[in-house]
């Protein structure tokens, strides 16, 4: 990496690893999809997958990736295909591996700093505010494109 053509926000990215440990990236939507946010950090400076949230309020997004980075700081390990109620108020969150086939379209940032695919990633899934899962056939047809699932979902135990 030649520290001579780094962009100002690349110079900003890696001062955030540096010293806090990790950075949040918020991508807009546009015609291609929702947008989302994710990490870029977490996997070297905790050896902790990386995170990524679709389809939310960028800025809520923002901080959810950021309260999880805090408690990974602490030691927690968010594991994935597992159930967690410290997310999202009220609500139960699942963390899924992301396929690596999804890298390229949604983290490109976290596979420039590391350089290729070599970080494992997860994707944190949340409700509707009734409590309905993407994956769940109740989920609203208006909402059919808001949260793509980037992973196995039929691994999981969702009880």
Not at 70 to 84: C, D, N, W
Not at 117 to 125: G, R, S, T, V, Y
Not at 128 to 137: A, D, L, R, S
Request: proline fraction near 5%.
């Amino acid at each position: 990496m030649d520290k001579n053509e780094l962009t100002d926000g690349d110079k900003t990215l890696l001062s955030d690893i540096e010293s806090v440990g990790w950075h949040v990236l918020k991508v807009l939507e546009d015609e291609k999809g929702p947008g989302f946010a994710y990490s870029v950090g977490l996997f070297k400076t905790y050896q902790h997958p990386e995170i990524i949230i679709i389809g939310l309020k960028l800025d809520l997004a923002h901080l959810l990736i950021n309260n999880i980075s805090e408690e990974v700081k602490k030691g927690k390990r968010y594991q994935p295909e597992q159930l967690y109620t410290d997310i999202l108020d009220d609500f139960k969150c699942l963390m899924l591996n992301v396929h690596k086939e999804h890298y390229h379209q949604y983290v490109g940032y976290v596979k420039w700093y590391y350089a290729g695919n070599n970080f494992p990633l997860m994707q944190c899934l949340y409700p509707t505010v009734k409590g309905i899962y993407p994956w769940e056939n109740e989920w609203p047809e208006d909402l059919r494109n808001l949260q793509p699932i980037l992973g196995d979902i039929d691994k999981v135990d969702r009880e």
